[in-house]
């Protein structure tokens, strides 16, 4: 199998002697771990480099400003757009002739990676420079989309587009949906994957795991994420600052043995058991302080992640009525809605909010399937 990046003598037309603007970051490698920089530098000149959230090298944590800086190793400033701006401005590429973008992506639309690439988009698009899209594969293979559209009321940078929780195209067949439906006058470009099968993960397509974000550092974090990210807009700690990111949750008020007890009974047959743990985050919420709740393991890999999180905050909203909360506000977010409900992408803080959307989810209601499939490079 073949990475965009490694199918790029396609496009030497397109890049052979330009000045690049690349946006990369450290999952920006060849299935080799040759960086994308180096190998565009053999074609032609990479003259700006744009980073997104986590920073070039991915030590910047979630949600914190990414600076820019020179880069002493290859001697070239490096750009954030997360940080002050969001997007280049009209000076900063005024010398480049064309836009590459190869970034790892999950296919989740909370993900800020997919926000960033469409405010890249729309620049190219103003300025009429062509975007280069390296496709890359769905870590976990092509699963089936999860949860409602976003309604446009709850837009922000983790959910920018109207897109499901979890829509299911790789980076480049969402590039192509995102010309059709957003900017159809894009100058838009995507280097296929080769010989990549949808129905296997990325290992066993023969290509190494590489982590798309410091907080997502396994298989698992990656197949939970889709549903325990929205713990981000609790008060309960979704594992970060841990060894074991999203696929733990606790708060130092839990009690870990009822709490397993009942969302065991609760959540038979769902595809996940539940172990007590104890834990302490080095960093995020509770950082330093003892945790206690539960560890997900997954013993169906088709298990639906979606429903288990909203379960898992109806049972904490049950348990713990004076002390769980889903009010948190981000303002770097918005401020109109609570942080969970942009996540969601609709109104969520009750009871009947999450029993209205278990009603929805568990009848498979996959409004976007239609969509989506009609983009499928692969």
């Known amino acids: 199998m073949k990475l965009g990046i490694e199918n790029i003598n396609e496009f030497k037309p397109l890049i052979i002697n330009k000045n690049i603007g690349l946006i990369t970051n450290f999952t920006g490698l060849t299935s080799n771990f040759n960086p994308t920089i180096d190998v565009l530098n053999k074609y032609s000149s990479v003259k700006k480099v744009f980073t997104l959230e986590h920073g ?21 400033t490096i750009h954030s757009l997360y940080g002050s701006q969001f997007a280049p401005t009209t000076d900063e ?28 988009m729309q620049v190219a698009n103003k300025l009429n420079l062509p975007f280069l899209v390296m496709d890359r594969p769905l870590l976990l293979g092509r699963k089936m989309p999860l949860g409602q559209i976003i309604k446009p009321d709850f837009y922000s940078f983790v959910g920018m587009l ?11 067949e969402l590039a192509s949906w995102i010309k059709n439906t957003q900017l159809p006058n894009l100058n838009l470009f995507v280097s296929h994957l080769i010989n990549w099968n949808p129905e296997l993960n990325v290992k066993e397509n023969g ?13 698992n974090a990656l197949r939970l994420y889709p549903g325990l990210c929205l713990l981000e807009g609790t008060n309960i700690s979704e594992g970060r600052g841990t060894v074991k990111p999203f696929e ?6 839990i009690d870990e043995k009822e709490f397993t007890k009942v969302l065991q009974d609760y959540l038979k047959n769902s595809g996940v058991l539940f172990q007590p743990v104890w834990f302490k985050p080095s960093s995020s919420k509770f950082c ?28 904490l909203l049950v348990l713990y009525p004076d002390k769980f909360k889903m009010d948190l506000v981000s303002p770097a ?18 009871l ?3 029993e209205r959307l278990l009603v929805i989810f568990e009848k498979d209601y996959t409004p976007f399937y239609k969509i989506a499939r009609e983009y499928y490079f692969y």
Not at 93 to 120: N, P
Not at 248 to 253: E, F, R, S, V
Not at 294 to 299: D, E, G, L, R
């Open 56 to 76: 070039l090298h991915g030590i910047v944590d979630p949600g914190q400003k990414v600076a820019n800086y020179f880069d002493q190793t290859l001697k070239i």
């Open 93 to 120: 590429l005024k010398d480049i002739d064309i836009l590459v973008f190869d970034v790892q992506d999950i296919g989740v639309r909370y993900f800020t990676y997919i926000s960033s690439m469409f405010k890249l």
């Open 162 to 172: 109207p897109l499901p929780n979890y829509y299911g195209l790789t980076i480049g």
């Open 207 to 219: 290509l190494p795991f590489v982590a798309p974000s410091p907080n997502l550092p396994s298989m």
């Open 248 to 253: 733990q949750l606790g708060a130092p008020w």
């Open 288 to 315: 330093d302080k003892i945790c206690k709740g539960v560890q997900i393991h997954i013993v169906n890999h088709g298990f639906n992640p979606l429903i288990v999180a909203i379960k898992i905050i109806r049972v």
């Open 333 to 350: 977010i918005g401020t109109k809605h609570k942080f969970i409900e942009y996540l969601m992408g609709c109104k969520f803080h009750n």
């Open 352 to 354: 009947d909010d999450i």
